[in-house]
């Protein structure tokens, strides 16, 4: 099976071009964690998107953002149908496919047209020649109509691969303050950093604690809104973990993501 019919719910958390569906659907559908699907209203309106496997979504939802939903034009509960996105690759093996076939079929056709005409001119007559070069332009002209829409369909493929590789490229995803920090960490650690800030959901900010409110006091002892997540510490040129235990001293650069507004108030009260 690669498509399945699951309820669309509005996700609390922003995180436009993702999606979170129970793990269990992942084999149904016939795919991996993060891969895409193609998500269909029942109007036709459709939308490609990132599915992260998640324990907590109830079998048969899609959680999505709510500008997504928009973007279908769909409100939140609506049932849409979710099917594994084909694979560039696999298109073009497909349509090459296809296209060889008739091709073969189109030979076949000639081969078995010429027998019988060549049988025709032997016997001196002059309209089997005719008959020969008409059936020849025929299959020319089937084969120019077939490779044409091929060439477009590589062509748009490698067009949209590359729309969605510039998508991917991380700098583009962090702030000047999370990119400046990223810097400060060895090789390693950075590419750490960067795989659990693109895990995280909404913006990605860093803050330096620098107020005498927030330095000397553990994680679970400051007020967090609930759309914010510390993601990691960076003290020096090591990360630490973010446990609810791990006190904050002067100079950590703490790496958040969350709203606008949640990041905005937690700065303020790491930075004073």
Not at 8 to 24: C, D, L, N, Q, Y
Request: hydrophobic share 40%; no cysteine; charged share 30%.
């Amino acid at each position: 099976m690669e498509e399945v019919t699951l309820r669309a719910i509005k996700r609390a958390m922003p995180g436009h071009g993702r999606a979170r569906v129970h793990s269990s659907l992942l084999t149904a559908i016939g795919i991996e964690d993060k891969t895409e699907v193609e998500v269909v209203t029942p109007g036709g309106a459709s939308l490609t998107l990132t599915v992260f496997a998640d324990a907590l979504v109830e079998q048969g939802q899609i959680r999505i953002s709510e500008e997504d939903l928009k973007r279908l034009d769909i409100t939140d509960g609506t049932d849409v149908t979710v099917k594994r996105k084909v694979p560039v690759g696999e298109q073009v093996r497909e349509a090459a496919g296809d296209l060889a076939g008739k091709i073969s079929a189109g030979a076949k056709d000639l081969g078995e047209t010429l027998s019988e005409k060549t049988a025709g001119i032997r016997e001196g007559t002059s309209q089997a020649a005719h008959d020969i070069q008409e059936k020849a332009r025929d299959i020319s002209s089937k084969i120019a109509e077939e490779v044409a829409p091929l060439g477009e369909k590589i062509g748009e493929a490698g067009r949209e691969t590359a729309a969605r590789i510039k998508d991917l490229v991380p700098t583009a995803r962090f702030s000047q303050t999370v990119e400046s920090g990223l810097k400060g960490l060895g090789q390693d650690d950075a590419e750490k950093l960067k795989s659990l800030l693109l895990e995280s959901e909404g913006e990605k900010h860093a803050a330096l604690v620098k107020a005498e409110t927030a330095a000397g006091r553990t994680i679970k002892n400051l007020t967090f809104p609930p759309d914010v997540m510390v993601v990691a510490i960076q003290r020096g040129a090591t990360l630490v973990s973010p446990g609810d235990d791990v006190m904050l001293e002067s100079g950590d650069l703490v790496y958040l993501a969350g709203t606008d507004k949640g990041l905005e108030y937690m700065t303020k009260l790491l930075e004073g």
